[in-house]
C-alpha cells in the first residue's frame, strides 16, 4: 500500500497560492491520487484527482512529475473559506479489492 | 449531486450495548465504505462492500460488522461497543469505473460522532 506524507499543518493569507506536496515513494502503477477537502463537522468532499501531469478544474490544480513518486494540490488566490484539512490519498479500487491509505492530513488556516 | 445520508449526528451509548450505524446513498453507487476517524490518526477504514452482500475487512475490522442488503444502505454494526469505540464515524459511496480498474471519488456523508459511556 502506497503511504502518503504531507506536511502538518500551513499557514497562508487571503488571495495567496496555496501548494500542499504529498509524497508517495511506493506508488503502485494503477493507482491513482486524489486530494478531499475537510471542514471541521461533515465529510471529506472531493477536490481533484489525477493520474500524471498537470489536471485542472475549477477550483484546483494537481502537479504530478513524471515518476509519479509525489504530488502538489495548489489553490490559486485562497479565502478564509479555504481554511480546512486536505488529505492526499493514493490507491486505486479493483473488484474486490481496496488500495487507499488517507493520511492525517495538513491543516491549512488561511489569515486575513 | 451524489447524497450520502448517515442516520445520526450524534449518538450515546452505553458499553456492551449492540449499536447500528445507518448509511444510505442515493446514486446507485456500487461501492460503500465505513471509516472512523480520530484526532491524530486520519481516517481508517474499517469495512467496504463493492456488492450487495459483499464485504472485505478494512484496516481495522475487530469489534465491528457490516451489512449490506440493499444496493443503497451499508450499516455498521458495533457487536458490544466499548469506550475505545468512541470516534466520528464516516460513511462513503462510490460508483465504478467503465474500465473497472480505476479510482472513482468517494462522496461522504457527514458523519455520525458516536459517545460510549
Known amino acids: 500500500l502506497a503511504k502518503t506524507t504531507q506536511p502538518i499543518s500551513m499557514d497562508s493569507y487571503e488571495g495567496q497560492e496555496v501548494n500542499i506536496t504529498c509524497s508517495h515513494n511506493?506508488?503502485?502503477?494503477?493507482?491513482?491520487i486524489t486530494w478531499y477537502q475537510q471542514f471541521p463537522s461533515q465529510g471529506p468532499r472531493f477536490i481533484i484527482q489525477?493520474?500524471?501531469t498537470k489536471v485542472t478544474n475549477e477550483v484546483a490544480s494537481l502537479f504530478i512529475p513524471a515518476d509519479r513518486k509525489s504530488s502538489t494540490l495548489s489553490l490559486p488566490r485562497v479565502s478564509l473559506s479555504d481554511t480546512a484539512v486536505y488529505y492526499c490519498?493514493?490507491?486505486?479500487?479493483?473488484?474486490?479489492?481496496?488500495?487507499?491509505?488517507f493520511g492525517t492530513g495538513t491543516r491549512l488556516k488561511v489569515l486575513a | 449531486d451524489v447524497k450520502v445520508t448517515q442516520s445520526s449526528r450524534y449518538l450515546v451509548k452505553r458499553t456492551g450495548e449492540k449499536v447500528f450505524l445507518e448509511c444510505v446513498q442515493d446514486m446507485d453507487h456500487e461501492n460503500m465504505f465505513w471509516y472512523r476517524q480520530d484526532p491524530g490518526l486520519g481516517l481508517r477504514l474499517i469495512y467496504f462492500s463493492y456488492d450487495v452482500k459483499m464485504k472485505e475487512k478494512g484496516d481495522i475490522p475487530e469489534g465491528y460488522s457490516v451489512s449490506r442488503e440493499k444496493k443503497e444502505r451499508f450499516s455498521l454494526i458495533l457487536e458490544s461497543a466499548s469506550t475505545n469505540q468512541t470516534s466520528m464515524y464516516l460513511c462513503?459511496?462510490?460508483?465504478?469505473?467503465?474500465?473497472?480498474?480505476?479510482?472513482?471519488?468517494?462522496?461522504f456523508g457527514d458523519g455520525t460522532r458516536l459517545s460510549i459511556l
Open positions: 462513503a459511496s462510490s460508483s465504478v469505473a467503465e474500465t473497472g480498474d480505476s479510482s472513482q471519488p468517494q462522496h
Open positions: 490519498l493514493v490507491g486505486g479500487l479493483g473488484v474486490g479489492t481496496y488500495k487507499y491509505i
Open positions: 489525477g493520474y500524471k
Open positions: 511506493n506508488i503502485a502503477t494503477n493507482d491513482y
